[in-house]
Nanobody, 115 residues
Framework: QVQLVESGGGLVQPGGSLRLSCAAS????????MGWYRQAPGKQRELVAG???????NYADSVKGRFTISRDNAKKIVYLQMNSLEPEDTAVYYC?????????WGQGTQVTVSS
């Protein structure tokens, strides 16, 4: 079983930055494809950014150039650095881990961008 715990959410003004972290309790973290998703009120959950065990990262068009996903396999943590935040980025952000047809979710962390 994989447990994912997100942290780093909060209230930030437009143009500000936040860094989300997701700590994983799993023995072979490095083999998992990790991702950050978000869900705004009344909207479907959407992929924000993904980072495989090997290979290139991918981003939603709406966050390209503003968000950066990274991972530290030794610490078993995946990060989402969010810069130039916009009110449209307001959502609950979820960490996701995938491997061999299974996937796991964290409990989510709220990000609110408002003046």
């Amino acid at each position: 079983q994989v447990q994912l715990v997100e942290s780093g959410g909060g209230l930030v003004q437009p143009g500000g930055s936040l860094r989300l972290s997701c700590a994983a309790s799993v023995s072979l973290f490095s083999i998992y494809t990790m991702g950050w998703y978000r869900q705004a009120p009344g909207k479907q959950r959407e992929l924000v950014a993904g980072i495989p065990s090997f290979g290139s990262t991918n981003y939603a068009d709406s966050v390209k150039g503003r968000f950066t996903i990274s991972r530290d396999n030794a610490k078993k943590i995946v990060y989402l650095q969010m810069n130039s935040l916009e009110p449209e980025d307001t959502a609950v952000y979820y960490c996701n881990a995938k491997y061999a047809g299974s996937q796991y979710w964290g409990q989510g962390t709220q990000v609110t961008v408002s003046s």
